[in-house]
Structure formats: C-alpha cells, structure tokens
C-alpha cells in the first residue's frame, strides 16, 4: 500500500479535466454480438462523481433529478479512471446492445480489486436486476466470485439494456469495467492464477532464500530484507485482489493491510540503515532514518484516534518521503562508492520508476497497457530480484571473507601453537630432586601462551633458587618478553647467589632489551644447610609461608621497584627461619585476581585467609585446593595468567622422594 503513493499523486493531476457530458443513448450503447476480446467500457460510459454525498439508484435515475442537483454526468476519459483520495463513491452508466436474434450473455469485470461495494443495476424492461459484488459482499452472494469484482449479464435477442454501476471504496476509488464473453472471462481467470501462482512462488522462494542466508551468516541485513519482502508480499496480493480471492476477510484486505504497510515501513528504513551501514558511513542520515523510524508510530495512533482514511492519507504522504530518501540516499552512496550501491539505487529505480508508470497511465498521461496497468507488480518483483542479486553479492563476499578469516585464524593458531610449545620447552621439565626439599608447579596460561615464567636454579646440593615472574600483559608478545626474561635470569645466576643481586643483574639486562613492558619478579633461594630462606622481590606479591608448628599463616614481601622499570634500581632482601615441615607458595597476581571483595587491596588477604584453611594436606593436590578454593570467591573468570610454585621444607635428614620410590 505505502509504495502506491506516486500512483496517487500523479493520479490527482488528471481529476479536473473532466469532458462534457454526453447524451446517455441508446445510440452510444456497447455492441455485445462483436466480442472478440475484452472490451473497456470506457469508450462510452458516464461519470457521476458524488462529491461526498450518498446517492441510491432512484437519485441518479432521472435526468435533471434535483437530489444531484449540481452534481453532472460526464464522459469517461479512458479505460482506467482513477480519483486518488477525493472521492469515496462514484456511479457509472452505459448501454449494452443484442443485436443477435437469440438470448447471449457476457462477463462484466471491474479491474479494480480492492472496491469494498459494486451495485450492479440492470434496466430490463420487465423490471430492474440489482447485483453486488465486492470486498465488503459475501462471495456466496456475488454473480462471479473471483478475485476482481465480475458480473454475468443475460440480455434477450435484440435487446439494449442500461447498466448503472455504484463504485465504493474507501481506498484509493478506480473505474475500469471491460466487457468479455464468457469463454474468455474462464480463460482470463485461468491465465491470472497461473501467472499469480508464479509471481507470488518467486517472491516467497526470494523471502525464504535470503531467511536461509541469515540462518547461514547470522547477517542482520538478511533477515530485514526477508521480513520486509515478506510485508511488500503480502501488500502485493492485496492490492491485486489475490488476497481477497483466498480469504473473503474484508478487515484482512484493509485493517490489517493497513498495519502491514506500517511494518514494512519500519522493515525497509531498518534494512536500509544495515546494508549500507549508515551508522559508521553515514551519521547524519543515519540520525535522519531513525526519525522516520519513529514517524512510523505516528500511523498506528492516527488510525484508532481518527479512522482508517486519515490513517490512508498519512500512509500515502510518508511513503512519498521514504522513498524520495531512499533514492537519495542510494545516489549518495554510489557517490562515496560503497558496495553494492549502484544495485540499490537500481532497485529503488525499478520499483518506483514503474509504480510511476501506473501513475502516470491511470493520470491519462501515457497510453494504458498491461505493463503499465501492473507497474507495481512488476515494480516489486524487479526490486526484489535486484536486492535478491545483491544480498548474494554480499553473501558471496561474506563467505570469502570468512574463509580467508578462517585460514588467517588456522595460520595464527598453528603460529600460537608453535609458540606454545616453544614457551612450554623453557619452562622445567620436571621439579628439582633434592634432599629435604619437595617442589611442585602449577602454570596456567590466560591464552595459548603466557607472560608468566618460573624457573629453577639448583646452586648447590644444599641450595635451590626458585623464581617466578610476570610480564606485563599476556599473549604472544608477553610471551616472547619471558623468554628474554629466561635469558636474563639464566645470565644472572651465573654470576649471583644472592636473591637481592640476581635481580639487580636481571634488571640491567632487561632495561636494555623490553620496551614498553615491565616485568614483576620474585627469587627465593632456600638454604638447607642453614635452614633459612632468602627471598628478594620485585614488584611481585610477597610469599606466603604456612608455620608447620603453629599452623599460622604469613607472608614476607620486600621492597623493589618491577624489573626494567629504571636503571638504577635498589631491591631489598628478606631472610626466614625455616623448619621441617613448613609450606611455601610463590605465585603471579593472576591467582588472586577478581576476587569478591570491596576493595581490590584486600584482595590478597582474601588469598592468605584461603591458603589458611587449605594449607594443611598432601603437597601434591595443594594447588588444585587452591585453585578450587579461589574460583568460588572469584568474580567471573580469570582474565590473566596463572602461575603457583608450592615448596614443602622438610629439613636435611629427608630422603630424596624419587629415591624411595626406586628403593
């Protein structure tokens, strides 16, 4: 219905040249005997156009009658006569002519299907036949039930019969009456519900092809252009009279035709702004589309304050604007070259340029024909064949651009995999086996690959170095700063014991070759000779040491600026009695990370009080218990890496653990 707005306003040019009346004869009447194809009534059949008054058939009857008083019959100016949104009812007469010398019958068609009443009244000299027709007239009492309001009109040998024909409607009112005999009414009803079987599978089998694009791809503009052929569909077999042939629904045909334009409105803005994404193309057009999205609601409103005509009114005034803005705005995009540009303003063209067409035929302007007399038709078939050809553009480019995004994925995550591995080959294969130390690791990447890195330094037979780092970020490039940070602790342990100067000659080398990331850091050398730990940190969360005599759980943190941070760096060492059977952990802040808390600082605590109520226990499941323990109190999932270092003291006299399983 929105889309036949042009029709209309072009149609409204030819309402005030009307011709002279003529004698209403029996000289002018329409020869039936000589019917070879169908005939437009036109050539010589009269107009009384009503002016908003209601006449009944004895009004109009008598010449000079006074009830249309002012009011004038006049000569139809062609085969279609259309009268826009002025009128509402209008009368049309002529005479039929037997000449044959036996009884014979035609088939008066009105191709106008949404009349809401045609009166059919025939003058027989016996008496007066009156008939009905139409979307308002039930079809079990209609002469010819078809899809376009028909009557079967029986005259005697040599008879001339008057028709007068009362036209209602309260959409867009037409008077196109031709005359056929029988044999060719069948065959053009035949002929139309074939051609409609296929115009209507075509536009069905494009809707459900672009839903089943959207199923594929997931593409938003799929599904709009879907929906909204779906509406335009629906609109088509309204206009045509397909819609009353099947349902005989009159608050169908027009109530809910009504909504549905409304809804394909809405369909055809939205499916615009996606598929030449005007969002980030096009803001101020973009802005512009959503008020006439909320125009759209203007529609519903006006309908149940004010009634279905002033509602047909704003439908027809706010289609003229949407599609003066979708030409435009296709013009504009071809003008700034975006894809598939030049298909859209193509199919705005079809579309309007033959809805136009029918205007200007039904305005008298240009010669009536089958084409133009089913420009919108064929205006919205060619538009969705046009978008159909574009949106598989889309989809073809959609597909290849995904597949090459899959390949590029495949070729990262066998690069990430690569990497993976390369970062798994520098971490220690396996934990030292010393006497009176047992050790066990945890390391979980946030990514395939992590800035975390710990490592093992075995200075002695009676002293380990253990150290745990972590790279500002995460990902590739966080991971290949933590091998230079192995590189870095590797030269430094070659020259150092203490934790504190193994930091400082870390520091120089790493100031040097990371840029732009700095590196957390914490290196503990365990003593067993002594019975002591030294621990130095940098930047990097304090250990966490669980007392075996007492239970009590503490953590000792020294002061350090984070590793290539300055040039210059001082870092304190801290020294820790140690006692057979005390629990050591070292870790990244990934561990602790998003925990439940209302201050991020007393996050770590959270972790200490954790650690407390599961420190006790076999050694070797700690770091599941304190994993477990930490994602219940955990805000979502952890977004960092994570790395834990358990270190049980279990004093000089401890067999090595690998030892006693060879014993």
Known sequence: MFVRACSVLLVLLSLGSGLSAQSFSQDSAIEISSLVDAVAVSTKMQILQTRGKALDFTEVTGPGNPAVSGLSWRQAAGPFEAFGLTETEVWVRFNLKNSQNAPASVVLELRSPRLDRVDLFELHSTGTVQSAAGDTVPPELSPEAARQPAFRIAMQAGETLPIYLRLHSLDPLEAAPFLMNEGMFHRRVFKQTLFLGFYFGALVLMCLANTFLYLISREKTFVLYASYLASVTFLVSGTSGALWGLTHLPWLVHTVTMFVSFAASILVISFTRHFLRTRSRMPNWDTFLKIMLATCGIGPVLFFVLGYRATLIFVHIHAVTISISLLTLGAIAIHKKLEQSRLFFVGWIALYGFLILEGLARGLIIPNNEITNHGFMIGVFLEALIFSMALGIRMRTLVASRESEHIR???????????????????????????????????????????????????????????????????????????????????????????????????????????????????????????????????????????????????????????????????????????????????????????????????????????????????????????????????????????????????????????????
Not at 478 to 497: C, E, G, K, P
Not at 561 to 574: C, I, N, Y
Not at 631 to 646: F, Y
């Open 409 to 663: 994925m495949q070729l990262m995550e066998n690069e990430m995999d690569l990497a993976r591995r390369s970062q798994e080959a520098l971490l220690p294969r396996a934990a030292p086996q010393m006497r009176g130390l047992s050790v066990h690791a945890r390391y979980i990447p946030f990514l395939a690959v992590s800035g975390d890195f710990y490592a093992y330094h075995e200075i002695d037979r009676n002293r380990l170095g253990v150290l745990v780092a972590d790279v500002s970020g995460h990902g590739l490039s966080a991971a290949l700063d933590s091998s230079v940070v192995r590189i870095a602790f590797h030269q430094a342990v070659t020259a150092h014991v203490n934790p504190a100067k193994v930091l400082e000659a870390m520091n120089e080398f790493l100031h040097s070759y990371v840029n732009y990331r700095y590196v957390s850091a914490i290196y503990t050398v365990f003593d067993l000779e002594r019975g002591i730990l030294e621990t130095s940190s940098a930047g990097h969360p304090p250990l966490i040491i669980r007392h075996h005599a007492s239970n009590e759980v503490e953590s000792i943190s020294t002061d350090g600026p984070l590793l290539g941070l300055t040039d210059v760096p001082k870092f304190d060492q801290a020294s820790h009695a140690l006692v057979p059977g005390d629990r050591i952990i070292l870790y990244t802040d990934g561990l602790y990370e998003r925990l439940i808390t209302d201050h991020p600082e007393m996050d770590h605590q959270v972790l200490i009080d954790a650690f407390a109520k599961i420190a006790a226990g076999p050694a070797e499941t700690l770091t599941d218990r304190i994993l477990g323990k930490i994602a219940s109190i955990r805000s979502g999932l952890p977004s960092d890496d994570i790395t834990v270092v358990v270190v049980d003291f279990l004093g000089r006299t401890a067999p090595v653990a690998a030892e006693e399983e060879l014993d």
